[in-house]
């Protein structure tokens, strides 16, 4: 009597267990019974449009405004590096895995209050397939993905990752607007300066001016001392290359105004002027980034960052502050006589 007493109560638990674990009917995607995983995009030129919305209430819209330019919510260019990762991301992931029975309950309960979703258009109105990204896997090396087509959500999710890598895709798909903004202060073809002129407004190196009077042939001027000297193609064109794609680093929007005033009314470190055959000009100043009262680096105190400045474009919204790095910035303005000892006076 005792043991069929037992095996009633492990029945009840059983069937208990069943329904509190594999029954989904109060889940979201409960009434579905497709099983989509078919997420990649074969033909990522064919995209023409990704809508992002975060559960959180956040949206982005992708616009593709060209074969290599696509638009921020209408507004402003995107970050060719973020676009071309999402399209990589569309055409190269992989489903790893299927998410255990017993986490799809709370898996699929976290993807409805906590994702992104992904809606993926090419020519129609209606997306050609959406993505809902959830959260990382324990290991971090895959990421809760679920599929939904033609208006039709998967009844499951899977375990994605990217062909040959391991890691979390969520992060590639942010809808902070600020983030998605080219980071670009300048972009031009090498072969197509006239001029560049650099000038050091607040230190002792060399100002210069080159010139490509010819296609492939230059010449150096030393503004502080007005001599002209012709410049070696070995020397200037990997210099004029510096300028085929020049970023900075974010844009300062933490800064009290008062600090940003100051900073910009203060004397250039430098000025650099690019003219290009075409008459258009890119004109850049930077500026000292001041650190608090009483700083040190080495044991010294030092009354500006050394390793960052702010900077103005006149291919820049007014009303932002962008940053660049020392590192990179530097190889735009250097003093003249780093820029190699491979001149010869011009007779």
């Known amino acids: 009597m005792k043991n069929l007493i037992g095996l009633i109560i492990l029945i009840l638990i059983g069937v208990a267990t069943y329904f509190l674990v594999f029954n989904d009917g109060d889940l979201p995607f409960a009434s579905s019974t497709a099983d989509f995983k078919d997420f990649a995009i074969e033909d990522t030129a064919s995209v023409s449009k990704i809508f992002l919305s975060h559960s959180s209430g956040r949206t982005i819209l992708l616009t593709r405004a060209s074969a290599s330019q696509w638009m921020v919510n209408n507004k402003f260019e995107a970050r060719t590096d973020a676009i071309e990762l999402i399209l990589k991301t ?34 129609g109105s209606k997306p050609d397939k959406t993505w809902y990204i959830g959260a990382p896997t324990a290991s971090r090396l895959g990421t809760i993905t679920l599929l939904e087509k033609d208006g039709k959500k998967s009844s499951k999710p899977y375990i994605t990752h990217m062909v040959m890598e391991r890691g979390y895709l969520g992060t590639r798909f942010f809808v902070d607007e600020t983030l998605w903004k080219d980071r670009i202060i300048m972009r031009c073809e090498p072969k197509e300066i006239k001029n560049v002129e650099v000038r050091h407004m607040s230190d002792t190196a060399v100002s210069f001016k080159i010139k490509q009077y010819e296609l492939g042939k230059f010449r150096v001027t030393n503004l502080d001392e007005n001599q002209t000297q012709e410049l070696s193609p070995l020397i200037a064109i990997p210099y004029l290359k510096e300028f085929a794609g020049v970023y900075y680093e974010y844009i300062d929007e933490k800064t009290p105004e008062r600090v940003i005033d100051s900073v910009y009314s203060a004397l250039p470190r430098h000025i ?34 050394p390793e960052r400045m702010y900077i103005t474009t006149n291919k820049l919204e007014a009303g932002v502050y962008p940053i660049v790095q020392n590192l990179t910035f530097d190889k735009l303005v250097p003093s003249l006589p780093y820029l190699g000892s491979s001149t010869t006076v011009e007779k």
């Open 90 to 123: 569309f055409s190269d992931i992989k489903v790893s895995g299927v998410v255990p029975k017993s986490n799809m309950r709370s898996t699929i309960k976290r993807l409805a209050t906590n994702s992104t979703k992904v809606e993926i258009y090419t020519d």
């Open 272 to 305: 650099v002027r690019v003219e290009m055959n075409d008459n258009s000009e890119f004109l850049i100043k930077s500026y000292k980034m001041p650190v608090p009262e009483g700083s040190t680096l080495g044991g010294k105190v030092v009354d500006y960052h």
